[in-house]
């Protein structure tokens, strides 16, 4: 399968906590993209990394990229309430119009 | 202005109904997809096009259709509904390289 993988699969925090959520993928890329989906809604772009970027910065968020791994994280700091929601990487692989999406982590962050 | 729209938002239809859903994006986007979540979350791509052009088609049944009249469009029409074709459907766009814009999605129910 070309679907990405990511962990936790679900994670449960306290506000004010960090949030480090870990996705893999298994092609080359173009970039990476990180999006969240609230529960019931459609998916929003948080941040996107290209393949020759290491690191991203966007307010809270801090995105990692180590394309020797075939690994990112996304780390949310300062967490709140309401960055509840599932959070999804996303590959644009070379010499593709594919966007391949990891399975996704489902964030609690408890008030 | 919503960039990426759906509709309809929900259908629950009955098994061996043909349905179509519609998607419009406003945001000048060459491509344009169909993705499929399914109950337990996962995001699979099902189509793509590019400039009206289809480019990616995933194995996917020929029950379903999608048709592009022009960039800006993008159509999905499902014969003979099964049960297993109860899912969210979203309709994305973007620019090659860029970060996808999404649709709020299609809640499909097919009792």
């Known amino acids: 399968s070309q679907q990405g993988e990511e962990d936790p699969q679900a994670l449960s925090i306290q506000e004010g906590e960090n949030a480090t959520m870990n996705c893999s993928y298994k092609t080359s890329i173009n970039n990476l993209q990180w999006y969240r989906q609230n529960s019931g809604r459609g998916l929003v772009h948080l941040i996107l990394i290209r393949s020759n970027e290491r690191e991203k910065h966007s307010g809270r968020l801090r995105v990692t990229l180590d394309t020797s791994k075939k690994s990112s994280s996304l780390l949310i700091t300062a967490s709140r309430a309401a960055d509840t929601a599932s959070y999804f990487c996303?590959?644009?692989?070379?010499?593709?119009?594919?966007?391949?999406f990891g399975s996704g982590t489902r964030l609690l962050v408890r008030p | 202005d919503t960039a990426v729209s759906q509709t309809p938002k929900y259908l629950v239809t009955q098994m061996g109904n043909d349905k179509s859903i519609k998607c419009e994006q406003n945001l000048g986007h060459d491509t344009m997809y169909w993705y499929k979540q399914d109950s337990k979350k996962f995001l699979k791509i099902m189509f793509s096009?590019?400039?009206?052009?289809?480019?990616i088609n995933e194995t996917v049944p020929n029950r379903f259709s999608p048709k592009s009249p022009d960039k800006a469009h993008l159509n999905l029409h499902i014969n003979s509904l099964e049960l297993g074709d109860s899912a969210v459907y979203f309709c994305?766009?973007?620019?090659?390289?860029?970060?996808?814009?999404f649709g709020s999605g299609t809640r499909l129910t097919v009792v």
């Open positions: 996303a590959t644009d692989a070379l010499s593709s119009y594919k966007l391949i």
């Open positions: 994305a766009s973007r620019l090659a390289g860029t970060d996808s814009a």
């Open positions: 096009y590019n400039n009206k052009e289809l480019i």
